[in-house]
C-alpha cells in the first residue's frame, strides 16, 4: 500500500507568479484535502476533493484552486502568489467521507514567495 | 467560529517521564479528534483517531481521550524517549468527511 506523496519538495517563485503542485492520494481513497501551514503554525483547511468535485472550502481567496482526477490524484493551483503564501502545503486523502475519516497526510511541498 | 487550542506551546522533559499533551475545542459537536506527530520540515503522522463515540484509544506508549462535555482532548506519552521529541498537533473534525480545524501545536523535546 503505498501513501501519499506530493511533488515538487520545494518550489521558489516570485510574487505575481502562478504555481500547480501534486498530490497522489493512498491507495484506495477517494477523497483528498489541502492545508496551508505557515512556519510555526497548525495547518488551514484550504478546500476537499470528493469524485472531483469540490467538496467544502476554508477562508481561502479564489486565487486558489483545485482539481482532482478520475485517478484520485489532485493538483492545487495558485494564482498571483503573495509573499504570504509561502508555506508548506500538505496534502491528506481519506476514504469516502463518512466512514472513518482518517486522514493521512503527504510529506508537503515548501513553497517560497520572493 | 471553532477554535482548538494547545498549551503549552513548547514543553521540555527529561528521558522517561510521561508527557501530557492538552488539546481544547470551543464546539462539542466534534465529529472526530485526531492526533499528529509532525518532525521538523516534515509532513504530518497520523497516531491516534478517536470517533466523537469513543473516549479514548491507545496505540503502544500512546494513550489519547476524550472529554466532549468539557471540550477536552489529551495525549499520553508514556515514559519519553529522545526519538518522541517533535511537534504534537491535534485536529478537530467537522462534519462527516469536511476539514480538520487544527491547534497550533505542542513542541516537545525529550532530554536524555
Known amino acids: 500500500e503505498t501513501g501519499v506523496t506530493q511533488s515538487p519538495t520545494h518550489l521558489i517563485k516570485t510574487r505575481g507568479q502562478q504555481v500547480t503542485l501534486r498530490c497522489s492520494s493512498q491507495?484506495?481513497?477517494?477523497?483528498v484535502s489541502w492545508y496551508q501551514q505557515a512556519l510555526g503554525q497548525g495547518p488551514q483547511f484550504i478546500f476537499q476533493?470528493?469524485?472531483?468535485?469540490?467538496?467544502g472550502r476554508g477562508n481561502f481567496p479564489p486565487r486558489f484552486s483545485g482539481l482532482q482526477f478520475p485517478n484520485y490524484s489532485s493538483e492545487l493551483n495558485v494564482n498571483a502568489l503573495e509573499l504570504d503564501d509561502s508555506a508548506l502545503y500538505l496534502c491528506?486523502?481519506?476514504?469516502?467521507?463518512?466512514?472513518?475519516?482518517?486522514?493521512?497526510f503527504g510529506p508537503g511541498t515548501r513553497l517560497t514567495v520572493l | 467560529k471553532q477554535e482548538v487550542t494547545q498549551i503549552p506551546a513548547a514543553l521540555s522533559v527529561p528521558e522517561g517521564e510521561n508527557l501530557v499533551l492538552n488539546c481544547s475545542f470551543t464546539?462539542?459537536?466534534?465529529?472526530?479528534l485526531q492526533w499528529f506527530r509532525q518532525d521538523p520540515g516534515k509532513g504530518l503522522t497520523s497516531l491516534l483517531l478517536?470517533?466523537?463515540?469513543?473516549r479514548e484509544q491507545t496505540s503502544g506508549r500512546l494513550n489519547a481521550s476524550l472529554d466532549k462535555s468539557s471540550g477536552r482532548s489529551t495525549l499520553y506519552i508514556a515514559a519519553s524517549q529522545p526519538g518522541d521529541s517533535a511537534t504534537y498537533l491535534c485536529?478537530?473534525?467537522?462534519?462527516?468527511?469536511?476539514?480538520?480545524?487544527f491547534g497550533g501545536g505542542t513542541r516537545v523535546l525529550v532530554k536524555p
Open positions: 491528506a486523502s481519506s476514504l469516502v467521507p463518512g466512514i472513518r475519516d482518517e486522514q493521512f
Open positions: 491507495s484506495g481513497h477517494n477523497t
Open positions: 476533493y470528493y469524485r472531483e468535485e469540490e467538496n
Open positions: 464546539d462539542s459537536a466534534i465529529y472526530n
Open positions: 478517536i470517533q466523537s463515540s469513543q
Open positions: 485536529a478537530r473534525g467537522g462534519a462527516a468527511g469536511n476539514k480538520l480545524t
